[in-house]
């Protein structure tokens, strides 16, 4: 029975049985005792329920943090990860004989059926390349294009410099503590742009076109927050005791230190997260997933998939200056969409479930890309100034 | 409607988070699947007098054996049986059981660790905000606290067994807890009527509600 101190009672394995429904003896002594009590009815019934929400908050939070440390064993375990890194190198090495073949194939396909891509008003499309807008923390725009090599800005403690190669890298100039925290910048790439960026942390993040990544100049708290729209491929530095977390409107990822690419352009209807080295947690609302290398996450609505083995090649084709395709037309035509800055039209349309794979340099004009994709398909293109139309052969 | 059996989930029916892990390696089934034994495994470690320690680590360790040899675990056909066997072995450091301790493995109370019907209808109408607020004050309790009320209030351990397992004295494992119970309490007087003392209300009322209509 409760004394002065109605804590006390914790201190009664009945009055916890009768609060967690444990053993039907001891709820139906505590039930009468109330109905003889009714004074006592609110404040029990107030404790009852905190030692509920107290039990299943510290579990939540035990089993979390008791399952990092799983995490923590698994990344760090030789069996899987360590074979997945290999057989990466074999792809690769299998990709460079196929290039070969492909382009040699295509160029057959070109003197022999001219057909297959129409060119009216007389002009190829040249392709995209590294260009992009970085955008200080005053809002100020910089064309990256335009800037010579040296440096660009030096903003509160920290230096961003062009590098011969083009590369954007950020120097902590100044004394640690007087860098701000709070300076976010932001590099946009344009459709047939993109950009390899630096943080000041060591991690590079490449922008494929029509994408942005925002960023503080310095990192500082517990995460390294970043933002992304579109598509980036990330080389994390690693950090363990501050993860690296990408975000953007539809998931979040967090990482210690890892190779992984994010595709989450809104045209798109899915995001895919693909981990090439390491493990990331993938986040969307209530679900998540835990990646391995090799594995690659689909976030479709509220759900999230995980497809094992993808070709890790296909992913990062981009980054490494080639297309690779092994998907459905339309798919294809948004990429080249985004690379050309030209708009797709379709006459005919393709069918959602036919795959159609091949693989060219980005650096081509428009109409050796569209000469490949039409090689052995029922389609054909027109191109007429910014427009491509995609006709039924 | 309020069936025990719908709510509760016992440990057998995550057989289809088991086949969805060992075929495809689907990655929210294995946390599903650790979710639910980490629980029932912690209870029996204890029960079984292991520290709280040494049951994290076999708990942990297991799960990483079967996370490496997923491949390898296709002809289990009982999971439940195989999960907690190889766990047992692990923390009793023993390869076989005398056909009588098999015997006590099989007959284990499955939904023991679970929380009853009323606790899942408190989770189900714990509002995310307030949800936060608590994790918030959760977070400011020390380690050692967050721990000794799981075992306490969550997996329903009893002082003297939550006394052996953290190598403490019971009157330590018992004013840990008072003093974080003390504390909360304290914090919901000072708030007056704010989200934490609107909530134990308003779930006072819903529960009345559909418990007198089950």
């Known amino acids: ?393 | 409607m309020l069936g025990d059996k719908k709510i509760v989930k016992k440990g057998k029916d995550l057989i289809v988070d088991w086949k969805s892990f060992i075929q495809n390696g689907d990655q929210s089934s294995f946390y599903d699947l650790y979710s639910h034994y980490h629980d029932y495994l912690t209870y029996i470690g204890i029960k079984k007098g292991a520290t709280s320690d040494k049951t994290k680590d076999c708990v942990n360790d297991l799960f990483l054996y079967i996370y490496e040899n997923r491949q390898k675990l296709g002809h289990i056909l009982n999971h439940h049986n195989y999960l907690v066997t190889c766990f047992l072995r692990k923390l009793l450091r023993k390869q076989h059981f005398s056909a009588e301790e098999s015997l006590d493995l099989i007959n284990l109370e499955d939904t023991l660790v679970h929380p009853s019907v009323e606790a899942l209808y408190i989770q189900q109408y714990t509002q995310a905000s307030v949800s936060s607020l608590l994790k918030s004050y959760i977070d400011r309790l020390s380690e050692k606290q967050t721990k000794l009320i799981y075992q306490k209030f969550y997996l329903g351990l009893s002082y003297e067994e939550i006394s052996e397992s953290n190598q403490i004295t019971v009157k330590t494992a018992y004013n840990t807890i008072y003093n974080a119970v003390e504390k909360l309490k304290a914090i919901i007087k000072e708030e007056g009527a704010g989200p934490l003392t609107v909530l134990l209300t308003l779930l006072s009322l819903l529960i009345l509600f559909f418990f007198k209509n089950s």
């Open chain 1, 1 to 393: 029975m409760p004394g002065k101190d109605i804590l006390q009672l914790i201190n009664q394995e009945s009055f916890l049985n009768y609060c967690f429904k444990r053993n039907s003896e001891d709820v139906k002594y505590w039930e009468e005792w109330l109905q003889k009590h009714p004074e006592q009815v609110k404040q029990i019934e107030e404790l009852k329920k905190m030692l509920i929400l107290m039990g299943q908050e510290s579990r939540k939070k035990i089993s979390q943090s008791n399952f990092a440390e799983l995490q923590h064993k698994i990344a760090h375990s030789k069996v899987d990860v360590k074979s997945k890194t290999f057989s990466l190198w074999k792809k690769w090495s299998i990709a460079a004989a196929a290039i070969f073949i492909i382009i040699a194939g295509g160029l057959f396909v070109s003197q022999h059926s001219g057909e297959i891509v129409e060119i009216v008003n007389s002009n190829d499309i040249s392709p995209g390349g590294n260009n992009a807008v970085l955008i200080l923390a005053n809002g100020q725009r910089v064309d990256l294009a335009k800037v010579t090599t040296g440096g660009i800005v030096s903003q509160s403690g920290i230096k961003i410099v062009k590098k011969a190669d083009g590369q954007i890298v950020y120097e902590i100039s100044d004394v640690i503590g007087k860098v701000a925290s709070d300076q976010y910048n932001t590099i946009e790439t344009p459709v047939g742009g993109q950009y390899l960026v630096n943080l000041s942390d060591g991690t590079k993040v490449w922008l494929n076109s029509g994408s942005s990544l925002r960023y503080p100049t310095k990192f500082v708290g517990h995460y390294r927050n970043v933002e992304l729209k579109g598509e980036g491929y990330f080389e994390v530095s690693a950090n363990k005791a501050m993860p690296f977390k990408v975000s953007n409107t539809r998931q979040t990822v967090e990482v210690l230190g890892t190779h992984f690419n994010i595709m989450a352009y809104n045209d798109e209807p899915v995001v895919k997260t693909t981990l090439l080295e390491g493990v990331v947690k993938v986040s969307a609302g209530k679900a998540n997933a835990l990646l391995q290398p090799g594995q690659q996450s689909k976030l479709a609505g509220s759900g999230i998939k995980v497809i094992d083995d993808v070709d890790l090649e296909d992913v990062v084709a981009w980054k490494n200056g080639y297309f690779k395709f092994n998907e459905s037309l339309e798919s294809i035509m948004n990429k080249i969409s985004r690379w050309y800055g030209v708009e797709v039209i379709y006459e005919t349309m393709p069918d959602p479930d036919l795959t159609y794979s091949g693989k060219i340099s980005r650096s081509r004009n428009i109409s050796a890309v569209l000469k490949i994709i039409g090689f052995n398909s029922d389609v054909r293109f027109k191109v007429d100034g910014k427009k491509v139309y995609v006709i039924k052969q």
